[in-house]
C-alpha cells in the first residue's frame, strides 16, 4: 500500500515570497491533516479537511497561509508571503472518514514532510 | 484534549529493554491512550495504542496502569533504530469536548540508543 506522498521535499525561499506543498494521502483516506513542526517541537496542526471540506482551521495563519483540497483526494498548502518564522517542516497525515460518535482506535499515517527555509 | 507529561528525554543501551513512561492524570473514560515516534527527518508513525488493557504488537507493548492516569510504552530490545522522539497522545471520541480527531502532540521524549 503506497504511504502518503509530499512534495517537494525540500524547498529554499527568500522572505515575502511564495511557495506551494502538495500532498496524496492514501487512497480511500478521506481525513487529511497538514501539520507545522518547528525545529525541537512537536507537529502544530494547522488544518483539517474532511473529503473537501474544512473540519478545523483554528491554528491556520489565514492572513499568509491557504489550504484546499477541491477533489477530496489532493491538497495543497500556500504561503504567500513568506516570513523568517514559517521555516518548519510541513507534515500532512490522512486517515480514514472520521464521523460524530467514533472511538479513536484508527491510526493516522504521515507523509516525510516538506522542509522549508525563509531567508 | 487532555494533556499529558513525558520526560525529555532517556537513554538506553542497545539490546536493553526501554521503559518509556507518559502520565495523563486528567484522562476521561473514553480517551485512548496512543504512542506515535518520529525517526530523524521522517513524519511520525503509528507505534501501539489502547483503551484499558496491555496491548501488545510487532514494534512494542503497551502497559496502562489500572486507574488509566498512566501508561508506559516497551521497546523489548532497543536497537539503534529505534532512535526518535516518542510522543504519547489521548484521543477522545469524535465529538466530545469539541474533538475533530486530529492528533495533539506534545514535546515528546527523545530516546537515544547508545550500542
Known amino acids: 500500500e503506497a504511504g502518503v506522498a509530499q512534495s517537494p521535499r525540500y524547498k529554499i525561499i527568500e522572505k515575502r515570497q511564495s511557495v506551494a506543498f502538495w500532498c496524496n494521502p492514501i487512497?480511500?483516506?478521506?481525513?487529511l491533516y497538514w501539520y507545522q513542526q518547528i525545529l525541537g517541537q512537536g507537529p502544530k496542526l494547522l488544518i483539517q479537511?474532511?473529503?473537501?471540506?474544512?473540519?478545523?482551521d483554528s491554528q491556520l495563519p489565514k492572513d499568509r497561509f491557504s489550504a484546499e483540497r477541491l477533489k477530496g483526494v489532493d491538497s495543497t498548502l500556500k504561503i504567500q508571503p513568506a516570513k523568517l518564522e514559517d521555516s518548519a517542516v510541513y507534515l500532512c497525515?490522512?486517515?480514514?472518514?472520521?464521523?460524530?460518535?467514533?472511538?479513536?482506535?484508527?491510526?493516522?499515517?504521515f507523509g516525510q514532510g516538506t522542509r522549508l527555509t525563509v531567508v | 484534549d487532555a494533556k499529558t507529561t513525558q520526560p525529555n528525554s532517556m537513554e538506553s543501551n542497545e539490546e536493553e529493554p526501554v521503559h518509556l513512561p507518559c502520565n495523563h492524570s486528567?484522562?476521561?473514560?473514553?480517551?485512548?491512550i496512543h504512542w506515535y515516534r518520529q525517526l530523524p527527518s521522517q513524519g511520525p508513525e503509528y507505534v501501539i495504542h489502547g483503551l484499558t488493557s496491555n496491548v501488545n504488537n510487532r514494534m512494542a507493548s503497551l502497559a496502562i496502569a489500572e486507574d488509566r492516569k498512566s501508561s508506559t510504552l516497551i521497546l523489548h530490545r532497543a536497537t539503534l533504530r529505534d532512535a526518535a522522539v516518542y510522543y504519547c497522545?489521548?484521543?477522545?471520541?469524535?465529538?466530545?469536548?469539541?474533538?475533530?480527531?486530529?492528533?495533539?502532540f506534545g514535546q515528546g521524549t527523545t530516546l537515544q540508543v547508545k550500542p
Open positions: 486528567t484522562i476521561s473514560g473514553t480517551d485512548y
Open positions: 487512497s480511500g483516506h478521506a481525513t
Open positions: 479537511f474532511q473529503n473537501n471540506g474544512v473540519v478545523d
Open positions: 497525515a490522512s486517515t480514514l472518514r472520521i464521523s460524530p460518535g467514533q472511538v479513536m482506535n484508527t491510526e493516522a499515517f
Open positions: 497522545i489521548l484521543r477522545d471520541v469524535i465529538g466530545r469536548s469539541s474533538n475533530t480527531g486530529k492528533l495533539i
